[in-house]
């Protein structure tokens, strides 16, 4: 089975901050990574797919990058509705599997 | 618009058996793969089944293989998961999400969950 690692597992950051969530593959998946964010009592909801296509709708701030192995979730300045919990997922063989989790937290 | 609703969970003993349904509307559902993804109380995600759009193949997560089993009906919009032997650690919040693409593919729509609950 593919692990997926997420770092960090809890990030406190402040509104306009640059942040950066990084997934790391235990082998290639080549770009079959979709970012999802989930909020409290919500299902998730799908950001980015393909490592880095942004899903319609998903505020351009957003954004998705890597392929094989390594991979990157960057929200170029972070807004109150974006503190959440974030996953990413890889769909590249089964089982899927998703990694721990990042927490976004305010500082 | 697309909708998934969820329905079907519950409170239920160890070794018992539910099923789930997921009636979906807004899109064709023989055209789409379908997913299970589950979530116990306070953790992260756990993928559980998928199933192409034909429903001629199906996949499991290994803790779940043997005593789940996914299907559709294409006429009635819904998706299933059968749930037998169930186990505490089954319990979770049951989401069904809808794939971008036939056979796999980033899940685009989720429904809003259902609780299944395992206890004696």
């Known amino acids: 089975d593919i692990q997926m690692t997420q770092s960090p597992s809890t990030l406190s950051a402040s509104v306009g901050d640059r942040v950066t969530i990084t997934c790391r593959a235990s082998?290639?998946?080549?770009?079959?990574l979709a970012w999802y964010q989930q909020k409290p009592g919500r299902a998730p909801k799908l950001l980015i797919y393909k490592a880095s296509s942004l899903e319609s709708g998903v505020p351009s701030r957003f954004s998705g990058s890597g392929s094989g192995t390594e991979f990157t979730l960057t929200i170029s300045s972070l807004q109150p509705d974006d503190f959440a919990t974030y996953y990413c997922?890889?769909?590249?063989?089964?089982?899927?599997?998703f990694g721990q989790g990042t927490k976004v937290e305010i500082k | 618009e697309v909708q998934l609703l969820e329905s079907g969970g519950g409170l239920v003993q160890p070794g018992g058996s539910l099923r789930l349904s997921c009636a979906v509307s807004?899109?064709?559902?023989?055209?789409?793969?379908m997913s299970w993804v589950r979530q116990a109380p306070g953790k992260g995600l756990e993928w559980v089944s998928t199933?192409?759009?034909?429903?001629?193949?199906?996949y499991y997560a290994d803790s779940v293989k043997g005593r789940f089993t996914i299907s559709r009906d294409n006429s009635k919009n819904t998706l299933y998961l059968q749930m037998n032997s169930l186990r505490v650690e089954d319990t979770a919040v049951y989401y069904c999400?809808?794939?971008?693409?036939?056979?796999?593919?980033?899940?685009?729509?989720w429904g809003q969950g259902t609780l299944v609950t395992v206890s004696s």
């Open positions: 997922q890889q769909y590249n063989s089964y089982p899927w599997t």
């Open positions: 807004g899109f064709t559902l023989s055209s789409y793969a």
């Open positions: 082998q290639s998946i080549n770009s079959w």
């Open positions: 199933i192409s759009g034909s429903g001629g193949s199906t």
């Open positions: 999400a809808k794939s971008d693409g036939y056979n796999s593919g980033a899940l685009e729509y």
